[in-house]
């Protein structure tokens, strides 16, 4: 049983990894581009010297909450600190004291405030106290992190968390091993299989190292699958 366990976890450990770095590398967006999803130029990246900036994002519980956020690549337009309240701004740090965010409503320019979006949204309805609210922007904040709330980003977020979980399973499985070894007192049993879920633990923390470099050469060298190269 616990030789079917440790398959199953090292095979789905390896799938989850050959699937994360099996996409081929995007290149990244131009600038100044055109408002795309905020969650793919998130994953391409802007072209030097341009940020990612947000150019459209609908209020929590307000019109246009529901659509996704709008992201632009633009060059920097502002030194840090040198934009006021009220004045079309790029991102956070554009915004001079005691301003912090910057924001605007669906279809509105952004603009630097006092107060997150958020917040906002809370005195447009009566609501004094803090949003208890985990949503933030296009994520959701937990204690493990901000998980995304697309789909793309939800996926990747998942997969680096397999992928730790796998190594620290087989990590956890290697010391268990070895104490069954080191405690065995001769017995063969056990010590053999101390010996087989040692050497099964490392054979799987092996394949999670190298399933990038095996994947390069089965899928690109050898079946020279599309989209790997």
Aim: aromatic share 6%.
């Amino acid at each position: 049983m616990r030789k079917i366990l440790l398959s199953i976890i090292t095979i789905t450990a390896l799938v989850s990894f050959m699937s994360f770095f099996s996409r081929p590398a995007k290149a990244q967006v131009s600038c100044p581009s055109s408002e795309m999803n905020c969650s793919e130029i998130n994953y391409r990246g802007c072209q030097s010297p341009c940020i990612n900036v947000v150019t459209r994002q609908g209020l929590p519980g307000g019109r246009g909450a529901a659509i996704p956020a709008q992201c632009q690549c633009q060059e920097p337009a502002h030194s840090p600190g040198s934009v006021q309240i009220g004045q079309p701004c790029q991102r956070a740090d554009d915004c001079a004291p005691p301003g912090k965010y910057c924001w605007g409503g669906y279809g509105e320019a952004p603009v630097c405030h006092e107060i997150s979006a958020a917040e906002a949204a809370q005195q447009e309805r009566g609501i004094s106290k803090p949003d208890a609210s985990p949503l933030k922007g296009n994520c959701i904040d937990t204690a493990i992190g901000c998980i995304p709330i697309e789909q793309q980003g939800m996926i990747e977020f998942i997969l680096k968390w397999a992928i730790g979980i796998a190594g620290g399973i087989a990590f956890i499985l290697i010391i268990i091993a070895s104490f069954q070894i080191m405690t065995s007192q001769g017995d063969p049993k056990r010590l053999q299989a101390g010996k087989e879920l040692l050497s099964s633990a490392i054979m799987g923390l092996i394949l999670l190292i190298f399933s990038v470099f095996i994947l390069r050469v089965i899928g690109v060298s050898i079946l020279k699958i599309p989209g790997l190269s």
